[in-house]
């Protein structure tokens, strides 16, 4: 099994959580820009190959990975809609990651300050939740989790402003499948 991608991405982190905490082996093949848009139609990373499996996308990736070991990806709706909201900040903040790269700002853009604004109600919706202190964590927790320790290492939110989610990522941090895929690590 190959998966190709980059250590600092947080879905592809969340693909070597799941390849980690499943003791499966693989074969790490770190993946740049130019390298993605030629092995991938979807143009980023993760993709990953397996014989004649070949998926281009962190969420069909982490089925496959959990449908391998009998286990399931989302447990159930209330699960896959966290997934979801947690992707959408994910993507919204890489976004526009990627575009102050290119000196694109949200005052540039009304849709720009849009998808900032969306990034920050959805933190506040997910910090008004109470978070379980637990050494099981859902798919939706560990897409939460791997934004969450992306956009702090990117300095893209400050935590300290929503401390709920705050708790929550410290008690991330003491996994060690967690720890050890921090994208500082790389």
Known sequence: MKLF??????YVRHCRIVLAQNNDTFEFIPTDYSQSAQQSPTQRVPFLHDGDVQLTDSAAILRYLRERHQQSF????????LFCLANT???ATVNLFLLERDN???KDSPYLQRQYDRIHTILKELNERDWPE????SDGQLRLACFLSWAQFRERIQLAEYPNLQQFLLGMNNQPWFANTHP???
């Open 5 to 10: 991608g980059s250590y600092t991405s947080p």
């Open 74 to 81: 989302c447990d159930d709706v209330a699960d896959f809609d």
């Open 89 to 91: 900040a994910l993507d």
């Open 104 to 106: 694109i700002t949200t």
């Open 134 to 137: 637990t050494n099981q964590y």
């Open 184 to 186: 500082a690590l790389s």
